[in-house]
């Protein structure tokens, strides 16, 4: 079995820590949080008040409410930095619908590129946990939730699928992260076009997973943002507004 050695994989173990929900997955959402008819929804109030995560060894993104175009949304300030904020919640595979979200992003970022371990940074990105049967991990994917579990009591989220903003791919594509293929990122928006405007995606969780992953997806068991520049020792700023599980 290969050597694993601990540093060059930190960030990669927070980041999939920042939306294992594992130990907490069954927590109640808020009272605010829940509608009729299994519909959840987040006004950027909430967001701004979801759990922070911070990476280790990290400089923390900087998450706060502000008005954006006359709406309240949450800003997002990476400089050097990356870390989330994100919710616990459990939602079954035959429960999942539509998630709907919207976020501006005024610049690019230089030299990022999603697919390359020492460029990995986006604006934007929403991120979606979730559970499924972890033996059927290879030997490097298990060796990696044995040392997340090891280090912080939280083994690897089955699955992660992010939601990302990404320079130069098209939309639709899926990308894998470099260091684990148990976090893929689909491209829901791309190059500079669309910048300094709000964008509002109504995206089918099911068929993104089945998109992404090839299979049918286990419960959803957490929901972050995050907005990251620490690779590219850059300056990313987003702007997100509310989310909604239908």
Request: hydrophobic share 40%; net charge positive.
């Amino acid at each position: 079995m290969p050597r694993l050695a601990i540093a060059p994989w930190t960030r990669l173990v927070a980041i999939c820590l920042a939306v294992s929900l594992a130990a907490c997955a069954h927590r109640a959402p808020p009272a605010s949080a829940q509608r009729p008819s299994d519909t959840r929804v987040w006004t950027a109030q909430h967001i701004a008040s979801w759990q922070p995560v911070k990476l280790p060894g990290k400089n923390p993104t900087a998450y706060g409410l502000q008005q954006r175009d006359g709406r309240s949304a949450v800003h997002a300030k990476a400089e050097s930095a990356v870390s989330m904020l994100r919710q616990p919640l459990r939602v079954e595979p035959q429960n999942l619908g539509v998630v709907e979200f919207a976020w501006q992003v005024p610049a690019l970022l230089d030299g990022a590129d999603v697919g390359q371990r020492h460029s990995d940074d986006s604006p934007a990105r929403l991120v979606l946990a979730f559970d499924g049967d972890r033996s059927t991990f290879s030997a490097k994917n298990a060796m990696l939730s044995e040392l997340s579990h090891a280090i912080t009591g939280e083994p690897l989220p089955y699955a992660t699928l992010m939601y990302i903003w990404c320079n130069t791919r098209p939309v639709g594509t899926v990308v894998h992260n470099p260091r684990t293929d148990r976090i893929r990122k689909l491209v829901v928006a791309s190059g500079p076009q669309q910048l300094n405007q709000w964008l509002h995606f109504r995206r089918d969780i099911r068929a993104d997973f089945e998109l992404a992953f090839g299979e049918a997806p286990g419960a959803l068991l957490g929901i972050a943002v995050m907005t990251d520049s620490d690779n590219t020792r850059s300056t990313a700023q987003a702007w997100y507004g509310d989310i909604a599980l239908r």
